[in-house]
């Protein structure tokens, strides 16, 4: 760490940039991740972003919780079907080859494993790569819905969420927030860094375009293990990013 | 066989005034009685125990049931989407639990079917793992969750025949089916009632057997 301290304006959250744009980058490294068949949950917020950014050559089936695979974007005006909606109630189309089912197997598909990889929105991310995501005691108790079970059965799980929030670094050295679930969660992205929780440590993997590793470790509460790779990239002063 | 088809007001007739224990089908209002909650606001039934999946949001599906405050307790995966039910938690006006979406499917399953409760590793080491026993199995750590059970389930459908077999549409399915077998009497709201024969047999969720009262449409009675 031996380049002088990054500018302050490029350590938080930059409140000057619309926090449309921010979320949409966040999205679009997250769409990177998924491969060709995957099965698919994204959580509601910021994570539903992400299906407008898979790669166009891959397939992916979007599992949604309220009962259905194969779950698609409104194909257009006119096609609504009150009886077909995403898990926040809104109209969704379904792909040829989709099925629906009720809650007990929906979640039999996320607890037992069956699902690839669920996108989940976050409050907090820890030192051991827990999650906090359903609540702020004595301010906002919306409930866990399903993000316990998809934490707790998607085989890979990935956290999309901004680096920081008005009251500080969301990467944490222990939630202070409720957990969602004491599994070490894969992968977390947000618009300043993708970092992968690895055991007992965080280990920072990509910055963002125009973002430094001495950026995001100012910008970060918890410890963060900087990756060689990274460093190397870092110090010849190219900023990686898969965008 | 054949099921006596009643109107909304004739079955919420048959719901305790106040104090009922009622599961409600829907997922954000999606597949939800809707004629049947009407009749449940308009004959003012209180101090219900809810069990549903969610509290939709204000004037929508179950959430006219907590806008009329008739709610005193909730069994509930989420309450985000109702302001009112947010405040009035955390006034203490009202009893909520929480419970994982997963774990009330299951529970509500385990009720229905007979079982005793489930095991899921769903919630271990949060606060839903709070005064619940855990077992540490050699093939990982589960919470022991109870099961569910009502006075009476409200389901809706898409079909359903005058055994009462019940066909759902897509999403709207969600918790009906399990509902549905998890009460002491299960009152079925159906866009549709058709002749016996008309669902096939393979096309049946729910078996007629455990429906009790078949709702109309008001002006079909």
């Known amino acids: ?243 | 066989m054949k099921k006596r088809s009643v109107t909304p007001a004739e079955a919420v007739d048959r719901i305790a005034a106040e104090g009922a224990r009622v599961m409600i089908g829907g997922f954000m209002g999606v597949g939800s009685p809707h004629r049947l909650i009407d009749e449940l606001v308009r004959q003012q039934r209180r101090k219900l125990t809810l069990i549903c999946n969610d509290t939709a949001r204000p004037g929508v599906g179950v959430g006219r049931l907590v806008d009329a405050g008739l709610v005193a307790k909730l069994i509930t995966s989420h309450i985000g989407t109702h302001p009112a039910v947010q405040r009035a938690l955390l006034e203490g006006r009202i009893e909520v639990e929480l419970v994982p979406q997963g774990t009330l499917a299951e529970r509500i399953r385990a009720g229905a079917f007979g079982l005793g409760g489930v095991l899921t590793p769903t919630g271990v080491g949060t606060l839903a793992a709070e005064g619940k026993r855990t077992l540490v199995l050699a093939h990982g750590e589960f919470l022991v969750e109870m099961p569910l059970r009502a006075d009476v389930a409200l389901v809706a459908a898409r079909r359903a025949d005058y055994h009462g077999n019940l066909e759902y549409a897509l999403t709207a399915r969600n918790f009906n089916p399990l509902m549905a077998m998890a009460a002491e009497l299960t009152m079925a709201e159906a866009e549709d009632i058709v002749p016996v024969g008309s669902i096939p047999p393979d096309a049946v969720v729910t078996p007629g057997m455990v429906v009790s009262l078949l709702v109309s449409r008001g002006r079909e009675a």
């Open chain 1, 1 to 243: 760490m031996s380049r002088p301290a990054a500018p302050k304006a490029d350590s938080g959250v930059r409140s000057t940039e619309d926090s449309q744009v921010i979320k949409e980058r966040i999205a679009r490294r997250v769409a990177q991740e998924l491969k060709d068949g995957d099965r698919v949950n994204l959580g509601i917020g910021l994570p539903t972003l992400v299906a407008a950014f898979v790669p166009r050559d891959i397939d992916v089936y979007f599992h949604s919780e309220n009962g259905i695979v194969g779950m698609s974007p409104l194909p257009g005006e006119g096609f609504e079907d009150r009886n077909l909606t995403d898990a926040g109630g809104r109209p969704v189309g379904a792909l040829p080859g989709a099925c629906a089912f009720d809650s007990a197997l929906s979640f039999g598909l996320i607890r037992g494993g069956h699902l690839d990889v669920t996108v989940l929105g976050g409050l907090q991310v820890d030192e051991l790569g827990q999650l906090a995501n359903w609540m702020v005691p004595g301010r906002r108790v919306p409930g866990m819905g399903g993000a316990m079970d998809l934490v707790t059965g998607a085989r890979r799980v990935i956290v999309a969420m901004t680096h920081r929030s008005p009251e500080g670094s969301k990467i944490v050295r222990r939630c202070t927030l409720p957990i969602t679930g004491t599994r070490r969660v894969d992968l977390v992205v947000t618009d300043l860094a993708v970092i992968r929780p690895m055991q007992g440590k965080l280990l920072l993997v990509e910055t963002a375009e125009g973002v430094s590793v001495e950026d995001v470790i100012a910008a970060t509460d918890a410890r963060l293990e900087i990756d060689p790779a990274l460093l190397r990239e870092s110090r010849s002063d190219r900023h990686p990013t898969r965008a």
